[in-house]
């Protein structure tokens, strides 16, 4: 087992200074090297000991006061075994990974990396090639009396659609979308009506056939993004940071993927939430 630590959080006083305050933005690509978003940087395959500068302040409506993102960074059909590491510009590369890459595999997972004095991250591939897909959830900024702080909870399942658990009973089929309800009286995980963003795990479990899930805040357009992808017959898990919509709520999309028809059972557990 290794663990790498990204940051931490303190108390979250409400009359607190200093600390940085979480914010959701609708999930945005600014990255993807099969079809040339991100400029330079994703004109093409990252190969083995590639490491490029990503460009985030100014991004994606993410401002010049943001310290930190939280990004998720997909690869797509890695060449071999190897990882992704993704850290500030301007520093020295750290000994940690943030994505470790199986051959043939399409694997996501969610980062939170502290932007460089040029408003830069950068991403470094070892060991093998592969295409990287970088889509942006939010960011961290100076926060005035603890506003958009993030107040963690014991994780609660909220959504299961194995049982009906928020949600009603059956398999996501192709091309299907749900409202999940996250907060409020209607929600089923004790989040207050004032969220405005929630950290939540997202796992596919069964899943038919190759495919991916997204999720968004309800009220605005679904996004040419993905939080989840998976092989065919596997249980996959990943994070997402989400501001939530309308009425506390988020649309989850299962894709129907290259053979039309994946269907999956989709789990979603929250473990902290933003006032």
Do not use: C
Not at 35 to 59: E, H, K, L
Not at 82 to 100: E, F, H, Q, R
Not at 165 to 171: D, F, N, Q
């Amino acid at each position: 087992m290794v663990a790498d630590v990204a940051g931490w959080f303190d108390t979250g006083s409400t009359t607190s200074t200093g600390g940085l305050g979480l914010t959701g933005l609708n999930p945005t690509r600014i990255l993807d090297t099969r079809n040339g978003i991100g400029g330079s940087a994703g004109a093409t395959r990252f190969a083995a000991g590639d490491d490029r500068a990503i460009m985030i302040r100014g991004v994606a409506g993410v401002p010049a006061n943001a310290q930190s993102v939280v990004v998720n960074i997909t690869a797509v059909e890695p060449s071999g075994s190897g990882y992704v590491t993704a850290y500030p510009s301007g520093t020295s590369l750290p000994d940690a990974s943030n994505l470790n890459l199986i051959r043939g595999q399409d694997r996501p997972n969610l980062s939170v990396v502290k932007i460089g004095a040029d408003g830069a991250i950068r991403l470094s591939v070892s060991e093998t090639s592969t295409h990287l897909l970088v889509d942006v959830q939010g960011y961290y900024a100076p926060a005035v009396n603890g506003a958009r702080r993030t107040v963690a909870v014991d994780p609660v399942r909220i959504f299961d659609t194995r049982n009906g658990i928020g949600t009603s009973g059956g398999r996501m089929g192709p091309g299907e979308t749900r409202t999940v309800q996250v907060a409020g009286p209607s929600g089923v995980g004790g989040i207050p009506t004032n969220a405005t963003a929630v950290y939540v795990n997202i796992t596919s479990v069964e899943a038919s056939a190759w495919g991916w899930l997204a999720v968004w805040p309800t009220g605005n357009t679904r996004p040419d993004v993905s939080n989840v992808n998976w092989p065919g017959g596997t249980n996959v898990p990943n994070m997402a940071i989400v501001a939530l919509g309308a009425n506390g709520t988020l649309q989850l999309y299962n894709d129907p993927a290259v053979s039309g028809s994946t269907s999956t059972h989709v789990l979603i557990d929250v473990m902290g939430y933003v006032v």
